[in-house]
């Protein structure tokens, strides 16, 4: 197994389990997001990528990783709109990620298994008909391998300050909304429905 593959699996393992550890395996957690009324989601997600985003700008300016050998893709709007909207509609609908329906299914529930089924059902639907659909997916180019910051036009650590001013905002905002629905779903609340 190669050095980039193990630490893939490693990550990847890691992640799981904090994505366990925080609850997120239930479809309860992420459908409470939705109705504004559990913010977990949002806290997790939004600290692993401010998390990440001031790692890997830390990382650059030590030399340590060269972060303009990282792979960034171009921005197709109406694309990356659509598969949203898509991917948003299955996530409110079926209580699950991607992600989270590996752990889901990892940890006991069966519908994180349909979940992971459909997925891949998806995926190969959508390379069956990818030759159809390639116009919408590549149409509205946006500009090419951009970082926020260079899209913007302002420094890193500009941008990382205001990554970091959105994510107080955000635990501000979704700590008084669960103050008001009485707080966040409960480990208790989560067991009664594997």
Known sequence: MSGEIFTAVVFGILFGYFLEVAGLGSPKKLNAQFTLQDWTVFKVMFVSVVVAAIGLWLFGLTEVVDFYTFYMPTTYFWGMLLGGALLGMGINIGGYCPGTSVVGFFSGRIDGLFFMIGMLLGTFIFALFYDLLKPLYFAAEG??????????????????????????????????????DHGVITSRDLDSDI
Do not use: D, Y
């Open 143 to 180: 500009p090419e391998s951009q970082t926020l910051a260079e899209l913007l036009h302002l420094p890193v650590w500009v941008v990382l300050l205001l990554l970091v001013i959105m994510a107080v905002a955000g635990f501000f905002i979704g700590n008084r909304f669960e103050a008001k």
